[in-house]
């Protein structure tokens, strides 16, 4: 079983940057070859998609409101995938997941961003925007 780790969450203020890390802490897990992906969830909101990256790192995939602000890779060796987000705003408020899934077709952006293709999952870190 694949065994995920998040953090780097925290308060931050309005228009701030913040990076999210998540780390594949279970040795016999083959990071290498799963996609990755960020979901988040506000306080009583479901949980939605933000990013994912194929298993090498060559594709990525983003929702329509995080494009051009969050940015997601990963680090095969180090076995950690990241979340780069700039110009945060309060509503980027809500605890941030990872989830992994086998790297396998189809390759569209509504299916890697779907919460149903994922197994595992990682505990959560909260992210707070306030100033």
């Known amino acids: 079983q694949v065994q995920l780790v998040e953090s780097g969450g925290g308060l931050v203020q309005p228009g701030s940057s913040l990076r999210l890390s998540c780390a594949a802490v279970?040795?016999?897990?083959?990071?290498?070859?799963?996609?990755v992906a960020w979901f988040r969830q506000a306080p009583g909101k479901g949980r939605e998609g933000i990013s994912c990256?194929?298993?090498?790192?060559?594709?990525?995939y983003y929702s329509d409101s995080e494009k051009g602000r969050f940015t997601i890779s990963r680090d095969n060796v180090k076995r950690t995938m990241y979340l780069q987000m700039a110009s945060l705003k309060s509503e980027d408020k809500a605890v941030y997941y990872c989830?992994?899934?086998?790297?396998?077709?189809?390759?569209?952006?509504?299916?890697?961003?779907?919460?149903?293709?994922?197994?595992?999952w990682g505990q959560g870190t909260q992210v707070t925007v306030s100033s």
């Open positions: 990256i194929r298993s090498t790192g060559d594709d990525t």
């Open positions: 279970a040795s016999t897990f083959p990071f290498d070859v799963y996609a």
């Open positions: 989830a992994a899934a086998p790297d396998r077709p189809p390759y569209s952006r509504d299916y890697v961003l779907s919460e149903s293709v994922y197994d595992d």
